[in-house]
């Protein structure tokens, strides 16, 4: 587990080097009270572990541009993945705008995965109004970088929203694509608004020969048709099963995760192989912000997945 007592910690994302796992976490200070508030001052810490339990603290890995960039107001969740001997991270910025927050995404790449220099090129994807909404707090954060299965370049896919549909329940699975993991083109989704009102901190693995997708449903995007048909499932963290790491996914039949209070659910295969879940509490049980990310529970033990032919 890890717990910092003056700090909150939440959204992560890890990095495997075959030796120590990396973990990249969103964190502010406890001191600020209200939990709303940690968004706003949020920025990127660091820790090591060699078993997903016992956390090292490293330097903090990154923070928000300076006063009048792309990115001064926070930084926010994102992944990181190696390519050719150097590690490639997308990251959320956010700034200020008339109305509201304004997201886009920004890159870092290291050697090490200590120091991290941001892109001179940032922001390297942005919103496309031809297939995704602009709101009060725009939808266009948290990517996830995953291979193109048939080796054609890289894919991120990001909380988003359909600018058609619904309007409780326009969140679905943003796309780009990049040959090199600097130019990025955005794409139509990969997924169709009517299920949630956004897919948080999204990612997509192949387990068992079972492609799947993991995201998370706020409190406030849980649309009503879809508690009505599904009375057992809230606001916590999912998995849908899919055709390929691209999609299609079952959405309707995505299942809640049963952890209790678990938020920003990630998956990540320890030294023997098997698949974890780990995430962040966020209180909902207890009805006060915990923000601490728990230790590893075994996704087999959960009976999410369909059995092994």
């Known amino acids: 587990?890890?717990?910092?007592?003056?700090?909150?910690?939440?959204?992560?994302?890890?990095?495997?080097?075959?030796?120590?796992?990396?973990?990249?976490?969103?964190?502010?200070?406890?001191?600020?009270?209200?939990?709303?508030?940690?968004?706003?001052?949020?920025?990127?810490?660091?820790?090591?572990?060699?078993?997903?339990?016992?956390?090292?603290?490293?330097?903090?890995?990154?923070?928000?541009?300076?006063?009048?960039?792309?990115?001064?107001?926070?930084?926010?969740?994102?992944?990181?993945?190696?390519?050719?001997?150097?590690?490639?991270?997308?990251y959320t910025g956010g700034r200020a705008v008339p109305g509201g927050v304004e997201q886009r995404i920004g890159l870092a790449t290291s050697t090490d995965l200590l120091t991290w220099s941001k892109h001179p090129q940032n922001p390297v994807i942005e919103l496309d109004p031809r297939w995704y909404e602009r709101v009060e707090y725009d939808a266009w954060r948290d990517p996830w970088i995953t291979r193109d299965p048939e080796g054609d370049g890289f894919h991120a896919l990001l909380t988003a929203r359909a600018n058609h549909g619904p309007l409780d329940a326009r969140g679905v699975i943003g796309h780009a694509w990049s040959p090199d993991l600097v130019s990025w083109e955005v794409r139509p989704p990969l997924s169709e608004p009517g299920e949630f009102g956004h897919l948080e901190v999204p990612q997509v693995e192949l387990v068992e020969g079972v492609p799947v997708l993991l995201f998370s449903v706020g409190f406030d995007r849980f649309p009503d048709a879809r508690r009505a048909r599904r009375p057992d499932q809230d606001h916590g963290s999912f998995i849908a099963l899919g055709e390929s790491r691209l999609g299609p996914w079952d959405l309707a039949g995505a299942r809640q995760i049963p952890v209790p209070d678990l938020y920003a659910a990630r998956i990540v295969r320890d030294r023997a192989g098997e698949w974890q879940v780990l995430g962040f509490r966020d209180g909902s049980v207890r009805d006060e912000f915990v923000g601490e990310i728990i230790d590893p529970v075994p996704l087999k033990s959960l009976d999410l997945l369909p059995a092994p032919r």
Request: proline share 4%; aromatic share 16%; glycine share 8%.
């Open 1 to 90: 587990m890890l717990r910092l007592d003056e700090t909150w910690v939440w959204d992560h994302w890890i990095a495997d080097t075959g030796s120590a796992y990396h973990l990249f976490f969103l964190q502010a200070p406890r001191a600020l009270g209200d939990q709303i508030e940690r968004h706003w001052y949020a920025t990127v810490g660091h820790a090591v572990s060699t078993d997903l339990r016992d956390w090292q603290l490293l330097p903090d890995a990154l923070g928000p541009g300076p006063a009048g960039s792309w990115e001064d107001m926070a930084v926010w969740t994102g992944s990181v993945i190696e390519h050719a001997g150097t590690w490639y991270w997308l």
